[in-house]
């Protein structure tokens, strides 16, 4: 069965250090794969996916980026936070959009 | 493009009454449509799904959604609340190319006794 690992599940981060966070897909080849970001009391903001190794389309311009180095294998970094960055970071992964997305449990950083 | 807007970002009920949850949604092409709920501090689990056929889909925890063309809406509903149905709950739709899933921005459902 597929699964999809997320980490770490907590994270509290100066402003202005790097960051990086992992998400892996097993059970699974070439899936779709999705950053969203939920901040406070918002709803789920896309953030990335990514339909093959090493393509990654941005949905909104921002302090973060992300790579897919490997086919199940997805990562979302920054340079340099921002107090505005603080959230709950959740990874998904899809093969086609009739079954949906299965969701990570979630990364929730706090930026101070 | 597609979207969806969820009526309400807090609704409380008493335990065993009914639960109904509102989605509209606004899209140019068949809509795949999705509620999902969220635990705290947890990732989304997929309640129920509208791709084709019925209109009334059923899911997990004795909830169901009706396909409303005519309407443009999805309504999420369960006749007798839960405490343990306390949660947020996410409509979405399919939007695009890439099968990029587009949230609303989601209901908080309280239950007290």
């Known amino acids: 069965s597929q699964t999809i690992h997320q980490w770490p599940a907590t994270l509290v981060q100066p402003v202005g250090s790097p960051l990086s966070l992992e998400c892996t897909v097993e059970g699974t080849s070439n899936p779709n794969l999705y950053w969203y970001r939920q901040a406070a009391g918002r709803g789920l903001q896309l953030l990335f996916y990514s339909v093959g190794i090493g393509q990654i389309s941005s949905e909104v311009p921002q302090n973060l980026s992300a790579s897919r180095p490997q086919d199940r294998q997805f990562i979302l970094s920054s340079k340099k936070l921002l107090l505005s960055d603080s959230g709950f970071y959740l990874c998904?992964?899809?093969?086609?959009?009739?079954?949906?997305?299965?969701f990570g449990s979630g990364t929730r950083l706090t930026v101070v | 493009a597609q979207s969806v807007t969820q009526l309400g970002s807090h609704v409380s009920v008493s335990e065993g009454a009914l639960v109904l949850l509102r989605c509209n949604y606004s899209?140019?092409?068949?809509?795949?449509l999705f509620w999902y709920v969220q635990y705290p501090n947890q990732g989304l689990q997929l309640l129920l799904k509208?791709?084709?056929?019925?209109?009334l889909v059923k899911g997990i925890n004795g909830f169901e959604a009706e396909f409303k063309k005519s309407e443009t809406s999805f309504h999420l509903t369960k006749p007798s609340a839960h405490m343990s149905d306390a949660a947020e709950y996410f409509c979405a739709v399919v939007s695009g190319g890439y099968n990029k899933l587009i949230f609303g921005a989601g209901t908080r459902l309280a239950v007290h006794p």
């Open positions: 509208y791709t084709t056929g019925a209109t």
């Open positions: 899209s140019s092409v068949p809509p795949y």
């Open positions: 998904a992964w899809g093969v086609q959009g009739i079954y949906g997305y299965t």
